[in-house]
């Protein structure tokens, strides 16, 4: 049974445009969710949290959105750059748990 | 680079073999967790150690088996490896070990192939 559910294997984006990577979760214990991105041959790189407190997270060029009642979250890339083409890890814990992470999305950006 | 280490970086062995992966989180990261990824999966949490004791555990098989040491650093025992093994195993660390409230920082992984 999957706790964290990335839909969608992958996504393509020219460059300059947004990204916009999806992710939904079973469990309402969860409280603390992460972005982590992946390139090929590395470890998943740590990009952005968000406590269940907030609704929405910005650093940079990455924001994101937590929308609890729709357990749902989105994590934004404005403006999208090649360099970003990479997996994308959503993760979730509860209560001080561990990680459950999604099985990820491939973001393509197209220059 | 997160500062978490990991050897080897490849791993090619026969089925019914053990093998140790090794882990060096990074300097003042007390806790390691251990992490499969299979083709087409997300990570799967196989265990997590603090301060040397066991304080969490995942989906690891009875065949598999960690430690942390007093110098901090983990070991990941796989013995009688199945073709089913084949797969990225990644060790992370964090300062506290608890995920609502520190970041886990991940090595680069181990890549194991059983043949």
């Known amino acids: 049974d999957q706790q964290v559910k990335q839909n969608s294997p992958s996504l393509s984006v020219q460059e300059g445009r947004i990204s916009i990577l999806n992710c939904d979760y079973t469990?309402?214990?969860?409280?603390?969710f992460l972005w982590y991105k992946k390139y090929p041959a590395e470890g998943p790189t740590f990009l952005i949290s968000?406590?269940?407190?907030?609704d929405k997270n910005e650093d940079g060029r990455f924001t994101v959105f937590l929308n609890k009642s729709a357990k749902h979250l989105s994590l934004h890339i404005v403006p999208s750059q090649p360099g970003d083409s990479a997996v994308y890890f959503c993760a979730a814990s509860g209560g001080y748990s561990t990680l459950t992470f999604g099985k990820g999305t491939m973001l393509l950006v197209s220059p | 680079d997160s500062g978490v280490t990991q050897t080897p970086k490849h791993l090619i062995t026969a089925t019914g073999q053990r093998v140790t992966l090794r882990c060096s989180p990074r300097?003042?990261?007390?806790?390691v967790y251990w992490y499969q990824q299979s083709l087409d999966q997300g990570l799967q949490f196989l265990i997590q150690y603090y301060n040397g004791e066991e304080r969490a555990k995942g989906n690891i098989l009875e065949r598999f088996s960690a430690q942390q040491f007093p110098d901090l650093h983990s070991e990941l025992n796989l013995s009688s490896l199945e073709l089913g093994d084949s797969a990225l195993y990644f060790c992370?660390?964090?300062?506290?070990?608890?995920?609502?409230?520190?970041?886990?920082?991940f090595g680069p992984g181990t890549r194991l192939t059983v043949l």
């Open positions: 300097s003042g990261d007390l806790s």
């Open positions: 469990n309402s214990m969860f409280d603390y």
């Open positions: 968000i406590s269940s407190i907030k």
């Open positions: 992370a660390s964090s300062v506290v070990g608890l995920a609502g409230a520190d970041t886990q920082y």
